[in-house]
């Protein structure tokens, strides 16, 4: 799931190496429901060097970091 929805979001394709031990839990409140979300973090390896093209206009930045 994580690679499916890099590769749709940003346009990598990426190999899943393994999962961070960290987890984002937020709950957002709108006027009629509420939206509980989990964010897991993963570590990947770059496949191919495709154009980032990121569809979310929330998202203004990004930054790729080396896990070593």
């Keep these: ?3 499916r929805e890099l590769l749709e ?3 990598y ?3 899943v190496k393994s999962i961070i031990p960290y987890s984002n839990v937020s709950l957002w409140e709108y006027p ?3 939206q509980h979300t989990v964010i897991f973090f993963y570590i990947c390896e ?3 060097n495709n154009h980032i093209d990121i569809q979310d206009k929330r ?5 790729w970091v080396s896990s070593n």
Excluded: P, R, S
């Design 32 to 34: 009629d429901y509420m």
């Design 59 to 63: 998202i203004n930045t990004y930054k």
């Design 46 to 48: 770059l496949i191919d």
């Design 9 to 11: 979001e940003t346009g």
């Design 1 to 3: 799931m994580a690679k």
């Design 13 to 15: 394709n990426v190999k």
